[in-house]
């Protein structure tokens, strides 16, 4: 038996547009929702709360274009909420693959670094996972506020992403770490910058094919694999389309996607789980 209801994948903005890229070429078949919250982006530095508040708002859209799966294209979503979302609604819900297993197999010192925001970090849900794998692994977290702003604002590559992404990784480079987790889907958009900095004995770990690897796998387990046909893409943004289109074009195949803003009403103090 076969689902061709629709897989929602969201994020904070823009970065979730690299886990529907993989997704696309994993399950080409599916037809995909992705809703980017670019009104209210950034979600890293926020309270936990108003970001599961957040959270839980789209799962709501989600909901009413009744998914047969959502994906959480967003770590610092993924760290805070996915356990209770789970709890909360009817369809299944894969959360960013933390790319731990991948860093520990490539991993030749067991000295590994992960980049994420604030909230991430904080979190320590990666640290917790290497450690709890493999306890001689030595694990360094950075926080990075600033990547998340600039990449959302196309600031890929000059001087203000090359002076934070310096500023962010010279400590990393310096404690010799050989593996570096990208744990923010937006990272793997300045992969080019970090890996000149970090230099090519580092091998970046970018979580999003492991997460469109989770989604079949789950998909197929509940024998919710569309059947037939070739998927469509609605690109939903709060805000910003010109924009939200612009990075889209260049991240995805156009040809299969529209774009547009969904009506239902942002606010400022959504209800918690």
Known sequence: MGDNAPIGIFDSGLGGLTVVRKVLSLLPGEDIIYFGDTARIPYGSRPPAEILG???EILLFFSSQKVKMAITACNTMTALGLEQAREQFPFLLVGVNNGVSAALKASRNKRIGVIATEATINSGKHAAAIRAADSDTTVFPQ???QFVPLIEQE????PEIEAAAREYLTPLKEAKVDTLILGCTHY????PLISEIMG???ILIDPARETAADARVMLAHHQKLATGGKGHVRLCFSADLPRAERVAACALD???ASVTQPKFELINLPDYF
């Open 54 to 56: 957040f959270m839980r």
């Open 254 to 256: 156009y040809s299969r």
């Open 188 to 191: 793997p958009f300045i992969s």
């Open 143 to 145: 926080a990075c506020p």
């Open 200 to 202: 090519p004995e580092t």
């Open 155 to 158: 600031k890929l590559s000059g």
